[in-house]
């Protein structure tokens, strides 16, 4: 059900290792809401992991030096994981948490029925789709189904604009 | 002058070129470097970790050099905000050009080396400004 990498060997990662002081907790919060943002594999405590490339590494990157400014401490790796095994099981924790939050616009689109503006609504999950588009590595059936539903809603919604 | 960077070009070193020879130098030479020790002596490095013209508090380095050098002309911060959606996707700014402009600048870092790409771009900055500063005059779409 889920894209898991296929390749004989396993991909490049990039991993941030990061500490940074309890208090105060804004830059904490703003660090972690980052990483959130990026859909980071937790590896550990302090310990993030996106598959490499050019644009996962440059933003982990800015975040470890938000974290130095912060009075904290981080580096930033390249890694490869030692087995196949080791690689799918991350993979899977990444593509579970994506299709819990395709799931949810899928909901939010199927309840849209009783909604005063489908049109609005239609907007801010198209644009919650592209955000968590951004961060899925490993694409669930669940992209699908939320994509699905996006479409019947905007049928609806031209339909109801028409009438 | 030479200004340094970081190599595999993207919006925000695009933009930062094209906003230097523009505004601040314009015999800016560019050379492109995998480490920050690889800066030469005296070229001035921006949109690299560590240095003074990169991201600064939630800004990205477009929006540290404005500052910097004093620019407030407010087209370049309309532009920036393009920018910083586009590179940082943090939701800062409503700019929805940001993602448009973000898939053609990862294209074109996949299709073209470096030189290449701030030659491509440097033009197309300069429309997306002429857009924007007609806007800004107008208050609405110029067209």
């Known amino acids: ?163 | 002058m030479r200004w340094a960077t970081r190599a595999g070009v993207h919006i925000d070193r695009a933009a930062c070129a094209w906003l230097i020879r523009r505004f601040i130098d314009p015999d800016a030479a560019f050379v492109f470097v995998d480490d920050p020790a690889a800066v030469p002596t005296e070229a001035t490095p921006f949109d690299m970790r560590g240095v003074e013209l990169g991201h600064q508090g939630g800004d990205c380095s477009f929006e540290t050099i404005l500052r910097r050098y004093d620019l407030t002309d407010p087209v370049l911060w309309q532009l920036a905000e393009i920018v910083h959606e586009a590179d940082l996707e943090d939701e800062r700014f409503d700019a929805p050009e940001a993602r448009g402009l973000d898939v053609v600048l990862r294209g074109l870092s996949m299709t073209l080396p470096d030189e290449e790409i701030l030659n491509l771009t440097g033009p197309l900055f300069d429309g997306l400004y002429e857009y924007h500063r007609r806007a800004t005059l107008l208050g609405r779409p110029p067209a």
């Not at chain 1, 309890?22 to 550990?44: C, D, F, H, M, N």
């Not at chain 1, 310990?47 to 912060?70: S, Y």
């Not at chain 1, 991350?90 to 949810?104: C, I």
């Open chain 1, 1 to 163: 059900m889920i894209g898991y990498p296929t390749t004989s060997a396993p991909g490049q990662w990039v991993l941030l290792c990061y500490r940074l002081p309890r208090e105060p907790s804004t830059p904490r919060i703003a660090v972690w809401r980052k990483l959130k943002r990026l859909g980071v594999a937790q590896l550990g405590d302090g310990l993030v992991a996106l598959p490499a490339d050019a644009r996962t590494r440059e933003h982990l990157e800015w975040v470890a030096d938000e974290v130095t400014e912060a009075g904290g401490t981080a580096s930033v790796w390249l890694a490869l994981p030692a087995s196949r095994r080791q690689e799918r099981d991350l993979a899977h924790q990444m593509a579970t948490a994506r299709a819990a939050e395709y799931a949810a616009i899928a909901a939010h689109a199927a309840a849209a029925d009783d909604a005063p503006s489908s049109l609005g609504l239609l907007r801010r999950l198209r644009a919650e789709f592209a955000r968590v588009t951004r961060r899925d590595f490993f694409p669930p059936t669940e992209r699908g189904a939320a994509r699905a539903a996006l479409d019947d809603l905007a049928t609806e919604t031209r339909a109801e604009v028409a009438t």
